[in-house]
């Protein structure tokens, strides 16, 4: 399902995140795969051992997939992990190819209950995308990015989630560098384009503000309620992000309210 031509599907969400700059055409489903030990040994103190899950699951594959072919992995089992479904990546030796393989490991309860949401926000991560959430200490609070909250609007019985924030885009190289504008000091004025669905021309879709003495500082999106994805944002307008370029969660929702809340009117400009 998530790689048929039906909507929603990976493909699709992802065409449209990138502004068609990434897709996941030729995309294939291989299995299912006994592996050769039980749950017991890939999951054992609470802890999934997710290289050897991986590296066992390519071997017993390996015969009936050309893993030339592909760019990246998606780990499938038919029950759960350690609790949460992961993505990053794996060191794997397949067909000649010794590399860093982008990678996810999803359970049996992300294809029953999450579906879409969580598989795009674990590819994501496959792509090193970090997390971001709001200024609250909770990861996964933000609906404004994929990357905190992926699950923003249910389709058909399963959680759909919105797009990612600009600073992930350009992570990934999806702002052109002619739409990307660093204010200096004084007053300017910009116009901003929606990055979601970006109009031709040479508006910026990002703008960045340097905090002075810090390696912090903030980016400027402008988000609509547009496209397949950001339909179902919880409103319009500007969402301003501090960066913080050495945590974990590098992206933070500026929410001066301080009620709790990254989703409400406070955190929309």
Known sequence: TLLSNSYPNMDHYYREVSAGQMDLLGSQAFGWFDLPQPRSFYVSGGSANLSVLARHCAGVADPVVDFTQFFGLIIQVNADLDGPAWGGSTFLTLDGQSRSWPAAWMPLWATQASKYGVYAHEIGHSLGLPHSSGPYGSTYDSEWDVMSDSYLWVHAGSWVAGQTI????????????????????????????????????????????????????????????????????????????????????????????????????????
Do not use: F
Request: cysteine-free; glycine content about 10%.
């Open 166 to 269: 600009v600073y992930h885009r350009d992570l990934l190289s999806w702002i052109p560098s002619n739409r990307k504008v660093t204010a200096g000091p004084g007053s300017q004025t910009y116009t901003l384009e929606y990055a979601g669905l970006p109009p031709p021309g040479t508006n910026p879709l990002m703008v960045t503000i340097p905090i002075p003495g810090s390696s912090h500082y903030y980016t400027l999106e402008a988000r609509k309620k547009l496209g397949d994805y950001d339909l179902h944002l919880p409103g319009e307008g500007v969402i301003i992000h501090r960066i913080r370029p050495n945590m974990s969660v590098r992206a933070v929702v500026v929410d001066p309210d301080n009620n709790g809340d990254p989703n409400d009117a406070g955190a929309i400009w």
